[in-house]
């Protein structure tokens, strides 16, 4: 395998209402142990504000389902500890991480925003794969 296929990370992308949302998903060899079901991932996030109006990240809601059909549902405030405020044109990158006692998964979600005027609404997160790198890609 080359290098640069090596090194490729899927990405995935979906807009809702002017607000870009981009996931580069990557498995984290070093923090995992296969031996011990341990198994984990970190996603790359980019926010990106496309319309007219700024917006304010409140919450977020993940589904995250392992291999063989484990999901749990994760909701908070914010995320990594913020509540961005995005003017027109502007962007928010964080990185996190999800551990899966599977060697493969997906998670799906979604961010509430709401608006200067207070009014909230909910942006999708593109539904992404977790899969081992040399493992036959499973569809879920």
Sequence with gaps: ????????HPMYRAVTRSIQVTVEPSFVEDESSPGDGRYVWAYRIEIVNL?????????????????????????????????PLLKPGESFEYTSGCPLTTPSGIMVGSYQMQTESGEMFVVDIPAFSLDMPNQARIFH
Excluded: A, H, Y
Excluded at 62 to 77: A, C, K, L, P, Y
């Design 51 to 83: 319309g007219l109006e700024s917006v304010q990240l409140r919450s977020r809601f993940w589904r995250i389902t392992d291999g063989i059909g484990r999901t749990e549902e994760v909701r908070g405030r914010g995320v990594v500890g913020k509540e």
């Design 1 to 8: 395998m080359s290098r640069l296929q090596e090194d490729f």
